[in-house]
């Protein structure tokens, strides 16, 4: 898959055979969220240990230089450290490192710039009013999430034969190979983009081996494509109003989650963060929407935000769309944040 590619299987539906675990782990230094269902996870060597008290606090570094607002957002007792895999659970099965706030500073890692200013959402294909996410929706929450400006593309339109397609029979749908979409996205990127992300309601394969994936992305180059397709109901029905917000929620995460990624930020293991490995739809569905302490100071050190006024936009949005845990938190954050802010 050469420098294009992180790919995250779940249990669900990956085809593992001709892919080494050394080349597994490769991948997920750098991409996505893919489900997968078929082929069992490759077995852990060993319980695992999750990170001490000091290994966190040394992942979040010194805060000599940080404004007080900024160490009180970062109060690692606002958050809840991870805890000991179970079986089958991400970090059990690819024993990730993790990366510190000073790896991600030593990396040469992209971020927005004078040039590069905007993150843009682009459709691929239809995208039905009753079995989508709401485009609009979506941009608000990526612009909020990243306080970044956040524009939707014309759609890219499909047309048989313009990407390289199967059809997938275990499921009864075509499915398109991510890495010629990434091409394609290349060519055409805006000179202002810090980023382009399409996203589909076509089902995605990144190779023959595999059964799909949710996406698959290029940080180096920042372009990504995800699908939402195996977050709705397998029926042609539209969504009930509980499933549009559930699907609303998984697509917000799924977004920021990847979009993270973009910005050179890997897999957490100190907190339950949204940015947590995952290798199923519960175990995805348990992330919080919100980063950790130490995901939180990289997010800030790359885009120079102000945290209480982002968690302020991020709360308006839940309660507009009823994402009441998550709403929840940060009102409570907020609350936390106001006396230093003052």
């Keep these: ?23 597994r782990t490769w991948m997920l230094i750098l991409l996505l969220t893919a489900m997968a269902g078929g082929g069992a996870a490759p077995a852990a060597d060993a319980p695992l240990s999750p990170p001490s008290e ?31 895999p179970g079986p089958g659970d991400w970090q ?6 993790g990366q510190t706030f000073e790896d991600f500073t030593r990396e040469n890692h992209p971020r927005p710039d004078a040039i590069h200013t905007t993150i843009y959402l682009q459709p691929l294909g239809d995208f039905p009013a009753d079995r989508s996410p709401d485009l609009e929706k979506l941009r608000r929450y990526v612009a909020a999430f990243f306080m970044t400006p956040a524009n939707i593309l014309p759609a890219r339109p499909f047309h048989a034969g313009d990407f390289q397609e199967r059809f997938n029979a275990t499921v009864g749908a075509r499915q398109l190979r991510t890495m010629s979409i990434l091409r394609a996205m290349l060519q055409d990127k805006p000179r202002d983009a810090f980023a382009v992300v399409d996203v589909t309601m076509f089902d995605l394969y990144p190779q023959a081996s595999w059964n799909f994936v949710f996406g698959q992305s290029s940080p180096g180059q920042g372009v990504g494509v995800f699908s939402f397709a195996r977050y709705t109901p397998a029926e042609n029905r539209a969504l009930t109003p509980l499933e549009s917000t559930l699907l609303l929620r998984r697509s917000c995460a799924v977004l920021s989650h990847e979009i993270l990624h973009l910005f050179g930020v890997h897999h957490c293991i100190y907190y339950h963060c949204i940015i947590n490995g995952s290798n199923s739809l519960d175990e995805a569905d348990g992330r919080p929407l919100h980063v950790c302490p130490v995901d939180l100071r990289k997010l800030q050190e790359a885009t ?15 309660d507009e769309w009823q994402l009441t845990d998550e709403g929840s938190w940060l009102a409570a954050e907020i609350h936390r944040l106001a006396a230093p802010a003052k």
Excluded: N, W
């Design 54 to 84: 000091a290994q966190r606090t040394q992942a979040l570094g010194p805060l000599d230089d940080a404004t007080a607002l900024l160490k009180a957002a970062l109060d690692p007792g606002a958050f809840i450290p991870m805890g000991t």
């Design 304 to 318: 120079g935000c102000d945290v209480l006024q982002r968690y302020q936009q991020l709360k308006a949005l839940c």
């Design 1 to 23: 898959m050469g420098r294009m590619g992180h790919l995250e299987s779940t249990r669900s539906g990956l085809t593992t055979g001709g892919i080494t675990r050394r080349t």
């Design 92 to 97: 059990m099965v690819f024993h990730e490192p």
